[in-house]
């Protein structure tokens, strides 16, 4: 059992930048391969960036590719995205998640974390 913290979520311009936290308790944070979900209201829930164990395999959705970046630290228990040239199409709640191996697809993540909400101001 993993428990995830979102943070760094905020009111941001358009053209700003944020990075967003995700920190997880337990101490198999490791064996976890790391996902960030976003969802807008009236919207589902969308894929934005996985990374797997030892961050080696780094996958995008294509709306955030070369303004996201997905890392982590295992030592820290925690997972980042940096967010820059951030839109106002970004705008929405922000979810960390957890799952054995790295997914676009939200329902094979077995662990959620509260999410953080990320708006963008024209």
């Known amino acids: 059992q993993v428990q995830l913290v979102e943070s760094g979520g905020g009111l941001v311009q358009a053209g700003g930048s944020l990075r967003l936290s995700c920190a997880a308790s337990?101490?198999?944070?490791?064996?976890?391969?790391m996902g960030w979900f976003r969802q807008a209201p009236g919207k589902e829930r969308d894929f934005v960036a996985t990374?797997?164990?030892?961050?080696?395999?780094?996958y995008y959705a294509d709306s955030v590719k070369g303004r996201f970046t997905i890392s982590r630290d295992n030592a820290k228990n925690t997972v980042y995205l940096q967010m820059g040239s951030l839109k106002p199409e970004d705008t929405a709640v922000y979810y960390c998640?957890?799952?054995?191996?790295?997914?676009?697809?939200?329902?094979?993540?077995?662990?959620w974390g509260q999410g953080t909400q990320v708006t963008v101001s024209s």
């Open positions: 998640a957890a799952s054995s191996y790295t997914s676009v697809d939200p329902t094979l993540y077995m662990h």
């Open positions: 337990g101490r198999t944070f490791s064996y976890y391969a």
């Open positions: 990374i797997n164990l030892s961050s080696s395999d780094l």
